[in-house]
Nanobody, 111 residues
Framework: QVTLVESGGGVVQPGGSLTLSCVVS????????MGWYRQAPGKQRELVAE???????NYADSVKGRFTVSRNNARRTVYLQMNSLRSEDTAVYLC?????WGQGTQVTVSS
């Protein structure tokens, strides 16, 4: 059984930083790309960043230059470093591995 557990969310002021983590249990972690998505109230879920098996990365235009995705296969973990946070980054952030989703972690950017 595969499980994904996100952590690191919280409340931060505009301009602040947070680092999210997603640990994957079960399965062959290195075999799949990992993705970070987010969903704000009343909005569709959107891809934020992804990192492939070859460590190539892809970002949504709205976060380019501010967010960095990375993975540590030995730790079965993917990270999302978020800098220069804005109010519009407020959302539940979820990780995806293969067809599996985590439960999400809330990020709130507010003064």
């Amino acid at each position: 059984q595969v499980t994904l557990v996100e952590s690191g969310g919280g409340v931060v002021q505009p301009g602040g930083s947070l680092t999210l983590s997603c640990v994957v249990s079960g399965g062959i972690f290195s075999a799949y790309a990992m993705g970070w998505y987010r969903q704000a109230p009343g909005k569709q879920r959107e891809l934020v960043a992804e990192i492939g098996r070859d460590f190539r990365t892809n970002y949504a235009d709205s976060v380019k230059g501010r967010f960095t995705v990375s993975r540590n296969n030995a730790r079965r973990t993917v990270y999302l470093q978020m800098n220069s946070l804005r109010s519009e980054d407020t959302a539940v952030y979820l990780c995806k591995w293969s067809a599996q989703w985590g439960q999400g972690t809330q990020v709130t950017v507010s003064s």
